[in-house]
Structure formats: structure tokens, C-alpha cells
């Protein structure tokens, strides 16, 4: 346990001293390449974030005025009817468009229930299977300028309601 601990600390500085030394090595400037890079991620930001800002304060608007609540008791029957535990439905919803806004949704579920209960696992083996679609693709689609998805929102559904499916169906066999 201890050299996957050393592992784990040393990582991250010996990447970078291969990375210093790798560049110098081919006689590139490292930090002019840095700081143009930087400068670069920094007006990606620029341009993303008026959808960020409009990403957020739609989720706060969610959440706030009751619609994800409401929009949970009309999924409710469907999720008794597969035998999904309607406690976990808001946080499925909710992941679909924040990290944060579900990891907050977590955080409550497992106050309530506690992280060994059937729900609190579910929503943990959940969270690692499924993505916040909405968020990545209006981040990352914006960030590279591209407006025509095809495929990809209802390809990326249809993989995430599949790894929540994997995550039900895995947690049932595991905690019954």
C-alpha cells in the first residue's frame, strides 16, 4: 500500500519534469509555449461563459421554483413500474445537466438514507456511470464552434439511461 501511495504522490511533479525536460530536450520554449497555451484556454473561457452562466442560473431555476420536483412525480410511476427507487429519480434527472447540482443531490440522499443503504449505493454506482450530457456537450460543442450535433444528444441519452440501467441492475445483484 505504501509504493501505490509514493506512486500517487509522485505522479503528478514527474509528469511535469518529463514535460520540462521533453521540451527542452527538442529546444522548445516551455514557458513562451505555456503561456501562449494558457492565453488560448483563457479566451475559450471567455467565449463559454455566457452558456455557463446560462447553464447555471437554468438549473438554479429548476431547482428552485419546484419543476424538478414536479417533473420527478411524473416519473415516478415508470420508476416504480421497473422497480427504481424513486428517491434516486431528482438525482438522475439533475445529472443529465450539473455535476454540482447532483453531487448536492447526493450529499441530501445520503444524509437521509446514509451512503450503505440501497439508494446511497445506487446513486454512487450511478454517478460513475453516467455523464452530465447537457453541461459537456454545450461546454465542449461551444469551446470548438461546432452547431450542428447530428447524433450525439440522443446517442449520449441513450448511453447515459444505459449506464443508469447498468447501475440498477448492478446494484440489485450486489445489495439486493
Do not use: H, Q
Not at 431528482?90 to 445520503?110: C, H, N, Q, W
Not at 443503504?117 to 447537457?134: I, P
Not at 444528444?153 to 440489485?172: E, W
Request: hydrophobic share 50%; glycine share 8%.
Amino acid at each position: 500500500m505504501k509504493i501505490v501511495t509514493l506512486i500517487s504522490d509522485l505522479i503528478m511533479p514527474l509528469t511535469i519534469i518529463y514535460i520540462l525536460s521533453y521540451g527542452y530536450s527538442k529546444k522548445i520554449n516551455v514557458y513562451e509555449t505555456f503561456i501562449e497555451g494558457a492565453n488560448d484556454g483563457f479566451k475559450t473561457v471567455l467565449e463559454i461563459l455566457p452558456t455557463l452562466i446560462g447553464l447555471m442560473m437554468a438549473i438554479g431555476i429548476l431547482r428552485g421554483s419546484g419543476a424538478l420536483n414536479l417533473l420527478s412525480l411524473l416519473c415516478e410511476p415508470f420508476a416504480n413500474l421497473i422497480g427504481f427507487p424513486k428517491e434516486a429519480v431528482p438525482i438522475t434527472l439533475m445529472r443529465l445537466v450539473s455535476s454540482s447540482a447532483s453531487t448536492g443531490i447526493l450529499l441530501d440522499l445520503f444524509k437521509t438514507y446514509g451512503p450503505d443503504s440501497f439508494v446511497g449505493r445506487f446513486v454512487s454506482v450511478m454517478m460513475s456511470c453516467t455523464e452530465t450530457v447537457f453541461y459537456t456537450m454545450s461546454v465542449y460543442f461551444l469551446s470548438v464552434k461546432i452547431t450542428k450535433t447530428r447524433y450525439t444528444l440522443s446517442g449520449a441519452l441513450i448511453a447515459n439511461f444505459a449506464g443508469v440501467f447498468a447501475a440498477l441492475l448492478l446494484s440489485k445483484y450486489l445489495w439486493g
